[in-house]
């Protein structure tokens, strides 16, 4: 009865104990999405609800669209305002995840009379997601290494500056969903690998269905799952629970992917997705191998492996065959431009300048990672370290997870967000388990430090220095009290000689028991350690709300600059966009850089040669080539392409150095590799890019320059360009193709409209004419006759 009693008043704290830490945990994961949500509004605060970037403005329109239409309209979109003569299937080349969220939110919020416009919705969803990739990655550490650690990583991705600046309110991009679905995707896998329930097992096919539909990220999901499955196989690490969390994940995973338009059969056609098969046929060949082990003898089972080896190594070379003969015929292997430049980080610059020519597809700077994920840098190493302290299934995804995301980070800066995830589930582990040794030490020494300085009551310290050193030994080693165990039962016979002996040195042995088996570090040694790294992680909150504020609020459609006399404010872009809305028809074609055609499209409703989807290389690089060309030349190219209006960014006057000017030079490279009179050192002195009055005469002769830099000397009287710092070379010119229409305030953008071709006089103008001069003028109507090509 009393050993009953003794049992019930054990359990009883135990349970109050946990039932405290559940809600105390609870309560700290919405503290904690509270934080991620609020610490992306820094954008809204500052400047106003508006949409970030250039891609979140296609985004924008194509779910305006849904909302209106609904969603088979959204399917069978043919928009006609964009890539013109071409146009472009919306519903079978987007990836729809992001829009039919933000979507379903729309709805949601209206149903329960919330109104909210479409555009409130789209700036908030980002910052939503965010708080819910937090909870995520705290559901994905806890199945690594516990509550602690889940919490710590929780918190860090939460502030990371990294995945802030692609979520912040107002980015309405498709990472802005993804990466909760690739977190979540990763913690259902692990799940299923922990638990072998087939239910999560489904859950983690269908997250992987969003993630699909939200982002083409989902390539690194379907490589990665596989490589953890085949270093499982090859370690000895098989299991049924193994086998259930890939099998139906392939199955059901590429089922559903296939559904999405805009991969469709690439889900089985593209090298991407071949890694996935070829492991889906190696651990059916391990269980098969498996399962016959345990139903054969011994040297049954010998000859059986044989056969199965030799049977399984027949399929998968045949299957390989199969492969190669597939891909072939593709000079990429099968590969997409965009994966060939992961893998090989020269092929794109070599051979499609269009991907390189994007900035975040560059690689980062060693400050890069310094700036996106700060101390997390350092941490990293240790939280590896951890996760062999002991290795299991679940620590060797994270750790295969981090080594292959930081190699992808290094090729591309954009890939920092990938690496983003990774580094703070690893960081989470080793703070928790760097302050489970440290708290340890001082609980560990504290007790005997206040039972020193009470000897009074030293009975009482030394029984509660005895619960806290049981306590770490149920808690960090269960195996000590099995050994325990077996050692007492052996010594049975001879316990009862030895009784009091053992009373007297039972103290002794368990503390030196815990000291051989845990960590102790000096018990000032552990107060300076937990000091640093408090002082730590407030240098890392200081640094994750200043990058929130300053570095990643600013809207690039919105700009300003401190000086000595206050806030500027540069508005242009929409000056420019509501210009055209306003002054030119509906019908007009507007002909940029591929870099504002979404916007151009989204802003100013009208029509766009290119855009920032960026499908058709030869169409982008005839605009690239119209812009390397002489006026001319470049007019009858816009003017075949039916362009009514051109327009070009300029920084020269306040110093603004994303302008066409700087992205010339790609424009000359994409031009020049599909049409080859385009070269580039054409405009390069020396092998330097100047526009000064050392720029050669190609280079001061070419269309952008001339638009760029029209009557740019009225402004100074000298025309220095303040982002090359250097005055111009050509100051004085006019144009004879083109008129200027508008120029913003600021001079950020320049609108300039097509002149009319002029009209062609039939016959003699005159009768008076001699014959000479009748002979010439016909001879040069006979030359003009000959059509010309514009494109060469």
């Known amino acids: 009865m009393a050993t009953s009693l003794e049992s019930t008043n054990v359990v009883k704290p135990d349970i109050l104990r946990n039932a405290i830490g559940n809600v105390l945990s609870l309560f700290i994961l919405l503290l904690i999405g509270i934080l991620a949500f609020s610490i992306r509004l820094f954008s809204v605060i500052k400047y106003e609800s508006v949409i970030h970037e250039f891609d979140p403005y296609f985004n924008y329109r194509v779910t305006q669209f849904l909302i209106k239409n609904g969603i088979y309209d959204f399917w069978n979109w043919f928009d ?35 109104p909210l416009s479409v555009e409130t919705v789209c700036v908030f969803t980002a910052p939503i997601f965010s708080a819910f990739a937090s909870w995520a990655a705290y559901l994905l550490t806890k199945e690594v290494k516990g509550t602690g650690a889940g919490l710590t990583a929780a ?40 638990t072998g329930s087939l239910f999560y097992a489904t859950l983690n096919s269908l997250s992987y269905f969003y993630m699909v539909c939200s982002w083409g990220g989902y390539t690194f999901i379907i490589n990665l799952i596989p490589m953890h499955v085949l270093l499982c ?32 059969f690439n889900a089985v056609m593209t090298s991407e997705h071949f890694a996935s098969f070829l492991v889906f046929i190696i651990i059916h060949v391990v269980a098969l191998v498996y399962h016959i082990k345990g139903i054969l003898s011994p040297k049954m089972f010998k000859v059986a492996v044989t056969l199965v080896v030799s049977i399984g190594m027949v399929v998968c070379f045949a299957v390989i065959a199969v492969l190669i003969a597939l891909v072939a015929s593709s000079p990429t292997k099968g590969w997409s431009g965009r994966s060939l430049s992961l893998l090989d980080p020269t092929y794109a610059s070599k051979y499609i300048p269009i991907i ?54 290094g090729v591309m800066v954009r890939l920092m967000l990938v690496f983003a995830p990774a580094a703070c589930i690893m960081s989470g582990i080793a703070l928790s388990e760097a302050f489970d040794v440290l708290t340890r030490s001082i609980k560990f020494q504290l007790a005997d430090i206040l039972g020193d300085s009470h000897s009074g009551v ?30 007492t039962s052996k010594e049975r016979p001879s316990r009862k000689n030895r009784k009091k002996e053992k009373e007297n040195m039972e103290k002794v042995s368990i503390k030196s028991r815990i000291e051989k088996r845990l960590l102790v570090l000096p018990f000032e040694t552990s107060i300076i350690a937990v000091f640093l790294l408090v002082l730590l992680g407030g240098f890392y909150v200081i640094h994750c709300v200043w990058a929130a504020a ?37 019908d007009d074609k507007v002909a940029s850089w591929w870099d504002y055609g979404y916007q151009t499209t989204a802003m100013a409703n009208r029509t766009v040669i290119v855009d920032n989807n960026t499908w058709n290389n030869t169409h982008i690089a005839t605009v690239g080539t119209a812009m390397s060309s002489p006026e001319k030349a470049g007019w009858e190219i816009f003017n075949s392409l039916d362009v009514k209006y051109v327009l070009v960014v300029f920084g020269g006057l306040v110093g603004y150095p994303s302008d066409d000017i700087n992205k010339f030079l790609w424009m000359v490279r994409i031009g020049g590799g599909v049409f080859p009179h385009i070269k580039e050192p054409d405009y390069l002195r020396d092998g330097q890019y100047r526009i000064d009055a050392q720029a050669t005469p190609t280079m001061l002769n070419s269309l952008m320059y001339k638009l760029s830099y029209f009557r740019f000397v009225e402004t100074d009287g000298k025309g220095y360009d303040r982002v090359r710092r250097t005055e111009i070379g050509k100051k004085h010119f006019k144009l004879t193709h083109f008129e200027e229409v508008f120029t913003t305030h600021h001079w950020m953008v ?24 009748a002979s010439s003028s016909t001879s040069s109507k006979r030359a003009s006759t000959g059509k010309r090509n514009p494109w060469h």
């Not at 196989?233 to 590429?254: D, E, H, K, M, N």
């Not at 995804?397 to 992808?408: H, N």
């Not at 459609?557 to 509906?586: K, P």
Request: some cysteine; charged content about 15%.
């Open 458 to 487: 030293g009975d009482a310290a030394s029984n509660s220095r005895n619960g806290v050193v049981q306590n770490d030994v149920s808690k960090v080693n269960k195996q000590s009290v099995g050994d325990k165990n077996e050692d």
């Open 550 to 586: 300053e570095a990643y609020s600013a809207p690039s459609i919105v700009l300003t600059s401190h000086s000595h006399d206050g806030l500027h404010v540069f508005d242009d872009f929409r000056e420019a966009y509501a210009w055209l809305s306003h002054n030119t028809e509906v």
């Open 155 to 194: 918190i860090l991705l939460a502030m990371v500056p990294s995945y802030i600046s692609r979520s912040v309110a107002g980015s309405y991009d498709n990472e802005a969903v993804a990466i909760f679905a690739l977190i979540f995707t990763f913690y259902l896998y692990l799940k299923t690998l922990n």
């Open 356 to 409: 390189a020519s994007v900035s975040e597809h560059q690689p980062p700077t060693w400050p890069s990672y310094f700036m996106d994920i700060n101390v997390l840098a350092f941490l990293v190493p240790a939280g590896i370290i951890a996760c062999f302290l002991p290795i299991t299934d679940a620590s060797s995804f994270v750790v295969l997870y981090i080594v292959t995301s930081v190699y992808f980070s």
């Open 750 to 773: 320049r609108i300039y409209k097509l002149k009319s071709p002029k009209n062609r006089i039939r016959g003699k103008s005159k009768k008076s004419k001699s014959t000479p001069k």
């Open 233 to 264: 196989i090859a370690t000895g690490r098989y299991s049924s629970r193994l086998y259930i969390a890939y099998a139906p994940f392939v199955v059901l995973g590429t089922l559903l992917a296939s559904l999405v338009p805009v991969v469709g």
């Open 80 to 114: 006609d305002r964009t890539w013109y003569p071409l146009g472009r299937v919306i519903g079978g080349t987007v990836y729809p995840g992001l829009t039919l969220t933000a979507g379903s939110l729309w709805r949601i919020f209206n149903s329960l009379n919330i």
